[in-house]
């Protein structure tokens, strides 16, 4: 049985895969940034930037309820629509849930073929900051 | 009508908008290369045999092919690098660094003239001077003076064409009131030989630094000229293979200029290919590739001009070359970004310059740089481009 993040996977490769031109795939990334609610300048805080990214990225994590819920932003709104797909797929989890995962299954979403080198990394850095927070939060 | 002399562009669409970073090599580069490693692969100044002494003698005429260039006076004026930021160091190591209390520099460096600086201990005020600009980037030579005044034993080492902007410093007159001084003066050409003429005499430059890789030739290669005058008082920057007369256990003696700084096996094929390329740029000559030039940059500012909320950091008049630009709700990555995916190949970012960049508030810009293989069709297809880009960003 796939878990609950395998299927959120399956339903943005659904998605995705509409888009013959590369650019519509783009343009579905900066509306679904656009969907995503900003953070407020005073939530812009040095602690929540993402290291790596060469676009600025905030995340922040919230345990509610034995339920981790994140929320982001950032300064470019490509960035902003990976921050939202990111965001779709770790959100409101449990932290064993995402600490499970195997985050190289996130490759099925072809995100490397349409963002930079430089872009893949901070994607990678903010995925790494999403499983310590669930690392953090499962052993309290 | 120069893009047959590329191979890059045979067969690709690419738009080629990023010459500031490097530019395509003509075929007639590509063939000097591989004429060397398949016809006369040799190691240079040592070996005797045939192919041996053709490569030294390429070498060498390289060597005086960029003398004649640049107007230098002697061979042993010319020195091979690895590029524009290797030549920096190595003035800032070997003549710089324990002889003057003071480094000025200009607004517009990019961090290969910052971060050598640094390396040597010197801030903002604590062994390095930054001359004003105001907002149209331009080059404030009273505030100049005035640091030549405050600081007696300085170093001036500024760059002749901003990589960021493409704005060109006035040089010549920098020269001259540094020379009134007694300062010296180094000057980076990373933007400057493949855009117009460089009379190293004719500036009374006392160092330049030159890019092969920006000047149709080949990467990890470059080259510096040194004043005569000044060799003596340049210590070699590494030591070793190629740069001694004689040697024993208790000591070494090095030859002179220019062998003593060029330790261990050049680039030979990039030096021999660095030669044909300025081969290539007297071929074209400079007065038509600055004609040529202008009117592309002339129609592409017209163009972009013409976009709304679009900001220009350059004019048309005080640049050459390369052209800054934002779109007030667009951020330059997205721009480039997609760009990009429409085969429109431009740089974006902070461009290697992060402190104007921080000076005038800005994160980085979009820049579109030429060279001579542009054409107004290349423009076209950026504007049209851009405009599509902005619609997907702006919604």
């Known amino acids: 049985m796939s878990s609950e993040i395998e299927t959120r996977i399956e339903e943005i490769v659904e998605e995705l895969s509409f888009f013959d031109d590369e650019l519509e795939k783009y343009e579905y990334l900066v509306d679904t940034g656009k969907a995503l609610s900003p953070l407020s300048e005073d939530e812009k805080q040095e602690q929540y930037l993402i290291q790596g990214c060469t676009s600025q990225v905030w995340l922040i994590c919230e345990n509610t309820d034995g339920k981790l819920i994140f929320r982001g932003d950032s300064n470019t709104v490509i960035v902003k629509g990976l921050v939202a797909l990111i965001i779709k797929i770790f959100s409101d989890l449990t932290p064993k849930e995402i600490v499970d995962f195997d985050t190289d299954r996130l490759g099925v979403l072809g995100l490397s073929e349409i963002i930079t080198p430089n872009r893949q990394n901070g994607l990678k850095s903010m995925i790494e900051r999403i499983k310590t927070y669930a690392q953090e939060a499962y052993h309290d | ?395």
């Open chain 2, 1 to 395: 009508m120069y893009k047959k002399y590329f191979e890059y562009f045979h067969d690709n669409k690419n738009i080629y908008l990023d010459s500031a970073s490097t530019t395509q090599k003509p075929k007639v580069v590509l063939e000097a290369v591989q004429e060397y490693y398949t016809k006369y692969c040799a190691n240079t100044h040592r070996s005797n045999f045939g192919n041996a002494n053709r490569a030294t003698t390429e070498f060498e005429n390289a060597r005086s092919t960029l003398k004649s260039f640049i107007n230098a006076a002697h061979d042993e004026e010319i020195i091979f690098t690895k590029g524009v930021t290797e030549s920096l160091n190595f003035i800032a190591s070997s003549f710089v660094k324990d002889r003057f209390d003071t480094v000025i520099i200009s607004s517009l460096e990019h961090h290969s003239n910052i971060v050598p600086w640094h390396m040597q201990g010197r801030s903002l005020h604590q062994g390095l001077e930054v001359v004003n600009c105001d907002e149209n980037l331009s080059f404030d030579m009273e505030h100049f003076e005035q640091l030549l005044q405050e600081n007696p034993n300085a170093f001036v080492s500024i760059t002749h064409v901003s990589n960021a902007f493409g704005r060109i410093n006035p040089v010549k007159n920098i020269i001259h009131i540094a020379h009134k001084y007694g300062v010296p003066v180094m000057i980076d050409g990373a933007q400057s030989l493949v855009h117009f003429n460089v009379d190293v005499q004719d500036l009374d430059v006392d160092f330049y630094a030159l890019s092969s890789h920006k000047s149709y030739g080949p990467t990890g290669v470059g080259a510096m000229y040194i004043k005569k005058e000044h060799l003596k008082d340049v210590k070699a920057y590494q030591t070793g293979g190629a740069t001694i007369s004689d040697v024993s256990y208790d000591r070494s003696i090095l030859l002179d200029s220019p062998f003593k700084f060029e330790a261990g096996t050049q680039n030979i094929a990039g030096v021999i290919g660095f030669a044909q390329a300025l081969k290539f740029i007297q071929m074209l000559e400079y007065d038509r590739i600055i004609d040529y030039e202008a009117g592309i940059y002339e129609y592409m500012y017209e163009q972009l001009s013409e976009i709304e909320d679009i900001q220009l950091y350059t004019d048309s008049i005080n640049c050459i070359g390369s052209l800054s630009f934002n779109v007030k709700g667009a951020m330059a990555d997205d721009v480039g970004v997609l760009l990009d995916k429409m085969n429109v190949s431009i740089r974006y970012g902070h461009h290697c310059a992060q402190p104007i960049m921080k000076k005038l508030g800005l994160q980085g810009t979009a820049r579109v740089s030429l060279g001579i293989y542009n054409d107004l069709h290349d423009i076209d297809m950026l504007i049209k481009n851009l405009k599509r880009a902005l619609q997907i960003l702006k919604g």
